[in-house]
């Protein structure tokens, strides 16, 4: 299994928590989230999930792993409604590591793209392989070549999970620009954390050898991403309890009060910017359902 390989302290790594996140959450809060694709990665990869396993009892690693599923629910939120006025657009799930929001969210008319680091599309492309609705972008987002792979003709809806905090603010603003310059009518959705979840993350950014930590992303205001592209409608929510109220029954008031805890103090939001202008939309070469 060597190409199922996740290399130790790499970018690639950060796949591992959110994705060991959404099985156990799926486990845990069934009412609330179900994910079997991430289960199947799991078992699948190659990678030693021991001291994860150990934890996953622990209240605060199951909260973890709510963490992980109320952001990809908050995720499926944004697409679906981006989908129900744009039903062709394409999903673009950037830095999917081996998440499957994107098929999820399948209205059985919209187009998939899936954009990361070369290894983890590998990785990837041998667990999830791809139909002719489907498409693997090989790339690094900071190299904008990328998206002359994306129809953007009837719509394009771009969303980026545990991804921007990655990002330096400068090469997060830049993406943003050239996304709203070549997919006007289109939509951006990612997560962020204000200056206290920043500094309670940089031991996380050192483990994965993130030593430029100090200039990645955070987002104390979100208004201040108004600021970043013209004519742009922002909104921004409280990732944990912003879009769902965390309905299972296995959730405790402990569970609540942290959730609260990370909307508030850590400053955990999803935004949303709207592009201005409309897809030069061209229904004749709309694609086909999906075959069965
Ligand atoms: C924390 S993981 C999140 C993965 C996935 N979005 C999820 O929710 O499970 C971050 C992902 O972003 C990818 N990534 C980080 N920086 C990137 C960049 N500059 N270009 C492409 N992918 C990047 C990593 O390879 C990794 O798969």
Redesign the pocket.
Known sequence: MANLRIKPN???E??????YG?KLCAERFPTLYQDGS?AKACAQIDYDFSDLDRQAASPLWQFGALE?AM??LD?QWEVRDYLASHPYAAVV???????Q?GRACDNGRCKLYN???P??INMREQLFPTDWRETDIK?????HAWMEQVDGLDGAVFF????F???TTW?ARTLACELARRFPGGRLVFDTIGRLGKLLMRRTFKSFGMENYRECLCVQDPRELKGWVSNVTVSSKGYMLGYHAMDDPAVTALHRFLARRCDGMLGMRVNRIDFPGTPDSRSSAAPREREA
């Open positions: 790499s970018v690639q950060t796949l591992v928590i959110p994705l959404r991430a992980a952001r990809q995720m799930n950037m830095g999917c590591g081996l998440d929001t954009v990361d680091m290894d983890v790339s690094n987002l900071n190299d980026a999970a545990g991804v905090h990655y990002l090469q």
